[in-house]
């Protein structure tokens, strides 16, 4: 039994990546240390560069993964790298059914290639407009 609210996961990953996150304490925190000379003694936190960087998306596909057991229709969208910002964006004009299934049976496929296939759909997707990552 699953106990995880996608939502938290989503706010979590946020968090360590977002505005004002962890990711960016980091880089100001580096980049201080870089101009007063003394950058060797952060060395013990190079590794949570890393782990945030790889943490954070893991945590958006855990969320959407999460979405797709309970039901979501939007939750192969979201896996496949749409925002909730940009899903608002295309609400009113409405994906087909088709398009939907598509997307969450793509994004609960145990294929190995899904991630390839879920980049392009979003590069797609994306072209030619103004949606942002």
């Known amino acids: 039994m699953r106990t995880v609210d996608p939502d938290d996961l ?3 990953a ?3 990546d977002g505005r004002g996150g962890v990711q960016d304490g980091l880089d100001e925190a580096f980049s201080r240390a870089s101009r007063l000379g ?3 003694k952060l060395t013990a936190l190079r590794p949570l560069r890393s782990w945030v960087t790889e943490t ?3 945590l958006r596909k855990r969320a959407s993964i999460a979405r797709l057991e309970d039901g979501d229709p939007e939750a192969g969208l979201r896996w496949a790298g749409f925002s909730a ?3 608002k964006k295309y609400e009113g004009q409405g994906l087909s059914p088709d398009q939907l299934l598509l997307a969450n049976s793509v994004a609960a496929s145990d294929d190995p290639a899904a991630e390839s296939c879920a980049g392009a759909t979003t590069n797609r997707s994306t072209r030619g ?3 942002s990552k």
Do not use: F, I
Request: charged share 35%; hydrophobic share 40%; aromatic share 0%.
């Open 129 to 131: 407009s103004n949606a």
């Open 38 to 40: 003394v950058s060797s």
């Open 10 to 12: 989503e706010r979590l």
């Open 14 to 16: 946020k968090m360590l």
């Open 85 to 87: 910002e940009e899903l």
């Open 56 to 58: 954070a998306p893991d």
